[in-house]
């Protein structure tokens, strides 16, 4: 035979002996109104925690992606003071920073993809922005990526806006 336990809350009490029935039954429906403002009372307390740890969960996520871009701001403040110097030199230094916001995006779990040139089109992480007849390139083969995509397919910021090669 199985043993099965029950919870008191959800199995109904007998009447006690010498009490008359509606007595009893006025009581219990106390009871379960009180437990039920209880329950009510908690649920509310529920919604308003998550609601402010909801909150504070979005601002501390605010303040790391500002802090992944400070340094980028930093160098690019660095290069418009030295925009005097040497062009080559100011190029360099716009290249580098661009290299710290790549790390930036992909330390907040955007990894840039700009390299798909050459690789077969994936509606997952591209965006045709044009088709274009191409001699020597197998059809649906991107070749040439017009804005870069951030993230993996499954993690996606923006698809990668690319030219795609059609049969001629």
């Known amino acids: 035979m199985e043993n099965k336990q029950h919870d008191?809350?959800?199995e109904p009490e007998a009447a006690p002996e010498g009490t008359t029935d509606v007595s009893w039954l006025q009581s219990r429906v106390a009871e379960?109104?009180?437990?039920?403002?209880?329950?009510?009372?908690?649920l509310d307390n529920l919604r308003k925690r998550t609601a402010r740890d909801t909150v504070q969960v979005r601002q501390r996520e605010?303040?790391?992606?500002?802090?992944?871009l400070l340094t980028v701001l930093d160098n690019l403040d660095l290069a418009i003071g030295h925009a005097d110097a040497d062009p080559k030199a100011v190029v360099s230094g716009v290249e580098a920073v661009r290299a710290?916001?790549?790390?930036?995006?992909?330390?907040?779990?955007?990894?840039r993809h700009a390299d798909t040139?050459?690789?077969?089109?994936?509606p997952r992480l591209h965006e045709a922005v044009s088709v274009v007849p191409a001699a020597?390139?197998?059809?649906?083969?991107?070749?040439?990526?017009?804005?870069?995509?951030?993230?993996?397919?499954?993690?996606?910021?923006?698809?990668?806006?690319?030219?795609?090669?059609?049969?001629d």
Request: no cysteine; glycine share 8%; net charge positive.
């Open 117 to 122: 040139k050459g690789t077969a089109f994936d």
């Open 136 to 167: 020597g390139v197998e059809p649906g083969t991107v070749v040439e990526v017009v804005r870069p995509g951030y993230g993996a397919a499954e993690n996606q910021l923006r698809p990668a806006a690319v030219v795609v090669a059609k049969a």
């Open 62 to 68: 605010r303040r790391r992606a500002a802090k992944e």
């Open 32 to 42: 379960l109104e009180d437990n039920w403002r209880r329950a009510m009372a908690d």
């Open 8 to 10: 008191a809350a959800t």
């Open 100 to 111: 710290q916001a790549d790390t930036a995006m992909a330390n907040l779990g955007f990894p």
